[in-house]
């Protein structure tokens, strides 16, 4: 290989993993002078058992993609590493790269360290993607790199806040141009960012967005990258969950706050007649501790913890059809490697007139004396 220039040994490279069939990506990078386009992803898609290239470009704006054969794919990539781009990223599950050229023509190919596991997407993902990876709060929030590109560590975050903007998109569908919203535990907010993002830039929405949030120095943190967004009608504000009085508001969220946090928010949402609420239950102790029936399953405790969760979340999403709420209990992505991944979301509908006899019904299988929400209600089921 001595007598290869740098340059040939990173097409050397590519060659080989498309002759061997290995799965990678590239991230094009560095545009050459002249060039809109601000960098480029290359990742393997594959239709029916056919593998192709998807190429999206991004310019300050906008992004355009180009599906490449893969028979056409090399000097494709040749076209673009000599025309476009100066920098290309390798990650494969052989070895991550870069290809470094700069206008003198030079180039190096610096090998780095470690392995990337690389999936196939199907041709309709990035579809799927509602904020844009280069959205400006993302890079605020860390989970972008100043070239606009998701990092590799918070690729899961990112789908995360994309699954999680889906499912509002399509609760509201059909609601006015105008909502509140009060979004309890915040905490860093990532999500609450991309919703106020989605809702108010790319829907055209009037939004108010509330985050409540125990933590001073997160609701500090949160109000002064609300500010450098100009995000001008998302605050934060530091109170206890508990103590958080709404008159009236549109929806209620409360993403993974911890065990009754999560009963102190659908109260607070029931209270302010929420048209919507939207909960990602965790930690749940409080049933878990009341939970009499042993039996063949109760007796191991895993088994017992993961009963506890399903009672707790099935009883909230009860009280809430009791309520006149039409629920959906479903799995979240989640960001973290938890299995705390339910999300419970409700709309005003009618009332479930089943629901009280369900709650009274599954408190008696298991003993279990009462549910924080009915402590909040003043109700006995
Ligand atoms: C696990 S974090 C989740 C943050 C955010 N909602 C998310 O899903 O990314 C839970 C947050 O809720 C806050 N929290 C827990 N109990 C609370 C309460 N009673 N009142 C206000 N904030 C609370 C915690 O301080 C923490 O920041």
């Given at each position: 290989?001595?007598?290869?220039?740098?340059?040939?040994?990173?097409?050397?490279?590519?060659?080989?993993?498309?002759?061997?069939?290995?799965?990678?990506?590239?991230?094009?990078?560095?545009?050459?002078?002249g060039v809109d386009a601000r960098s480029a992803m290359v990742t393997l898609i594959e239709e029916d058992g056919v593998r192709q290239f998807k190429y999206v470009e991004k310019t300050a704006t906008q992004h355009f993609t180009?599906?490449?054969?893969?028979?056409?794919?090399?000097?494709?990539?040749?076209?673009?590493?000599?025309?476009?781009?100066?920098?290309?990223?390798?990650?494969?599950?052989?070895?991550?790269?870069?290809?470094?050229?700069?206008?003198k023509g030079t180039a190096t190919f610096i090998r780095k360290k470690g392995t990337t596991k690389v999936e196939t997407a199907s041709h309709n993902r990035e579809k799927d993607y509602f904020i844009a990876e280069d959205s400006p709060f993302l890079e605020l929030l860390g989970i972008s790199s100043t070239n606009g590109r998701v990092f590799e560590h918070a690729n899961r975050k990112y789908r995360q806040i994309n699954k999680f903007v889906e499912i509002i998109n399509s609760l509201i569908e059909g609601h006015a141009q105008t909502l509140t919203i009060a979004d309890m535990g915040s905490g860093k907010a990532y999500l609450t960012f991309a919703l106020y993002h989605y809702l108010t830039l790319?829907?055209?929405?009037?939004?108010?967005?509330?985050?409540?949030?125990?933590?001073?120095?997160?609701?500090?943190?949160?109000?002064?990258?609300?500010?450098?967004?100009?995000?001008?009608?998302?605050?934060?504000?530091?109170?206890?969950?508990?103590?958080?009085?709404?008159?009236?508001?549109?929806?209620?969220?409360?993403?993974?706050?911890?065990?009754?946090?999560?009963?102190?928010?659908?109260?607070?949402?029931?209270?302010?007649?929420?048209?919507?609420?939207?909960?990602?239950?965790?930690?749940?102790?409080?049933?878990?501790?009341?939970?009499?029936?042993?039996?063949?399953?109760?007796?191991h405790g895993i088994l017992l913890e993961r009963q506890a969760e399903i009672i707790t979340d099935a009883i909230r999403a009860l009280v809430l059809e009791d309520h006149g709420y039409k629920t959906k209990v479903f799995e979240f992505i989640s960001a973290e490697h938890t299995s705390k991944n339910t999300m419970i979301i409700a709309r005003k509908h009618h009332k479930n007139d089943h629901a009280a006899l369900e709650i009274k019904d599954i408190k008696e299988t298991y003993g279990i004396r009462f549910h924080y929400l009915e402590k909040l209600l003043e109700i006995k089921y």
């Open positions: 290989m001595a007598h290869m220039t740098k340059r040939d040994q990173f097409f050397h490279e590519i060659r080989k993993l498309l002759d061997d069939q290995v799965m990678f990506k590239l991230i094009l990078s560095k545009p050459r002078p180009q599906v490449v054969p893969y028979v056409a794919f090399y000097a494709y990539l040749e076209e673009k590493l000599t025309h476009q781009f100066y920098y290309c990223e390798l990650f494969s599950e052989q070895g991550n790269g870069a290809l470094l050229q700069n206008q790319q829907k055209g929405m009037k939004v108010e967005l509330t985050g409540y949030e125990i933590r001073q120095e997160l609701v500090d943190q949160c109000n002064g990258y609300a500010a450098k967004l100009g995000f001008e009608n998302l605050k934060f504000v530091c109170a206890n969950i508990e103590a958080v009085k709404i008159d009236a508001v549109d929806m209620v969220i409360s993403l993974h706050a911890c065990d009754i946090a999560t009963d102190m928010s659908i109260f607070a949402g029931l209270q302010a007649r929420a048209t919507y609420m939207v909960l990602a239950p965790c930690c749940h102790k409080q049933i878990r501790k009341q939970i009499e029936l042993r039996n063949g399953i109760l007796k």
